[in-house]
């Protein structure tokens, strides 16, 4: 078994070899030292947001219905058709899109994978079995994801610099698809691009699109799908397997040609655009707290802040994930989620759990990209103890955290509000007491 110091080596080595591979800039395979994303963990986060998007899908249906009947109230209704089953967590933003023979569904979500489908091999089969090539993408799947939101986070830190804001997110692709549905194609808000393999052998292939701009007729190549056609430009041709990634820059068109079912994963970084100040200020200032945040019952109400202090937040929380602006909502958690369980430390050691102090002299707390506002003076010194043993800290019960750190100042209620903000925004990991 890889113990904790050589897997951290391993995420360290791998998020160099992503860097070099952009810094070269061109399409290029290699191969992870450890990914952090495996075939079965994926597929399982696959298949219950599956079942989010198919409970979503009924919602709408009845929801239709209704204002359907509403239409016609003298039709007879036995039920109340708009009770039906909920819809996803708030923050979800995400949603599969599925392609049929390489026409896109309406609703993708009968055809994804369900509780019937042990693991990906069974789902394939039956996909097989269907006798139709079938084709789905989930961008920006992290979002429901600690586990691949933090392995995100671990290979493309390298990436980005603490001065510059850029998006970045995870788009999963599966089916037993032979090439991709929509063709060839350019991602023009691409910068970076990263195709992990984790079941199944894909071929890409690509083509500089300043190259194909000299074309007479560059749509011979555009839209067309591979392996078919008879290209005037040659692609560039990588073959991959599991294990290995295969590197594109934003600006070369690509599509992939796949032997048999497949599954993997996007890692995709798009230009850096805003400076931290424009960012935040492009969300505007009346609310500087995440409004998933607001849902934790902290101890704090937010407070208007001035522009010196948004600022410096945005800055913060900038810095608190290395550059990046995309890491997923906040988590929504019940107020006691956490009360008799343990917590586990996911902090990388470059980016610690920061308190910033504001011009009132109250603080924000900033973890991977969110911010706490903490708006007790009195108990800023006890505070400050707890993220400081947070940040050094390898597991603990919450039972000893509490032990610890509650007193006359910090309140059992104060040190669970921190705990829930934290796990929310993935800098810790809480477990339910078995």
């Known amino acids: 078994m890889t113990n904790p110091s050589e897997r951290e080596r391993e995420a360290a080595s791998d998020a160099e070899l992503l860097a070099a591979l952009a810094q070269r800039g061109a399409p290029q395979v290699a191969r992870l030292s450890h990914s952090p994303f495996d075939e079965g963990m994926l597929f399982e986060i696959i298949r219950r947001a599956g079942a989010l998007q198919r409970r979503h899908a009924r919602r709408k249906y009845l929801v239709g219905l209704e204002r359907l009947l509403q239409r016609f109230p003298e039709a007879e209704r036995s039920r109340d058709w708009s009770s039906g089953p909920g819809t996803s ?14 026409a896109t ?57 603490p001065t510059e804001l850029r998006k970045s ?10 090439s991709t549905p929509f063709g060839v194609h350019v991602d023009p808000h691409h910068e970076h691009a990263f195709h992990l393999v984790l079941s199944g052998s894909k071929e890409l292939w690509c083509w500089d699109a300043f190259e194909l701009a000299k074309l007479a007729e560059p749509s011979q190549v555009l839209g067309s799908v591979p392996p078919s056609g008879d290209y005037s430009l040659q692609p560039l041709r990588f073959a991959t397997e599991p294990g290995q990634v295969v590197y594109w820059p934003g600006h070369f068109a690509h599509s992939m040609v796949t032997q048999g079912p497949s599954l993997g994963v996007s890692i995709v970084l798009e230009p850096p655009e805003l400076s931290p100040e424009q960012a935040f200020l492009s969300i505007g200032l009346a609310d500087c707290q995440d409004t998933a945040a607001l849902r934790l019952r902290s101890v704090a109400r937010v407070a208007p802040r001035s522009i010196d202090d948004a600022i410096e937040i945005a800055r913060a929380r900038c810095r608190s994930i290395g550059g990046l602006i995309s890491v997923g909502p906040l988590a929504e958690l019940d107020a006691d989620a956490s009360v008799s369980g343990t917590v586990e430390s996911r902090i990388d050691p470059e980016f610690p759990i920061e308190a910033l102090e504001l011009s009132d002299g109250e603080l924000a707390v900033i973890a ?11 108990s800023k010194h006890d505070l400050r103890r707890l993220l400081d043993y947070l940040n050094g800290f390898s597991s603990s019960s919450v039972s000893q955290v509490l032990g610890r750190f509650v007193s006359a100042r910090l309140e059992r209620r104060d040190v669970l509000a921190i705990l829930r903000f934290c796990t929310a925004a993935a800098a810790i990991r809480a477990s339910a007491a078995s």
Do not use: C, M
């Open 368 to 378: 991977n990209g969110h911010h706490f506002e903490w708006n007790d003076p009195d």
């Open 89 to 102: 967590k708030p923050g979800q933003s995400f949603e599969f899109i599925g392609y049929r023979d390489g």
């Open 105 to 161: 569904l309406i609703d993708a979500s009968p055809y994804l994978p369900s509780d019937a489908h042990a693991s990906f091999a069974a789902y394939t089969a039956y996909l097989e079995g269907l006798g139709a090539s079938l084709g789905f993408q989930a961008p920006g799947i992290e979002a429901i994801s600690q586990d691949l939101a933090v392995g995100l986070r671990s290979l493309i830190k390298r990436l980005t610099k």
């Open 169 to 178: 997110y995870l788009n999963v692709f599966f089916g037993n698809y032979r």
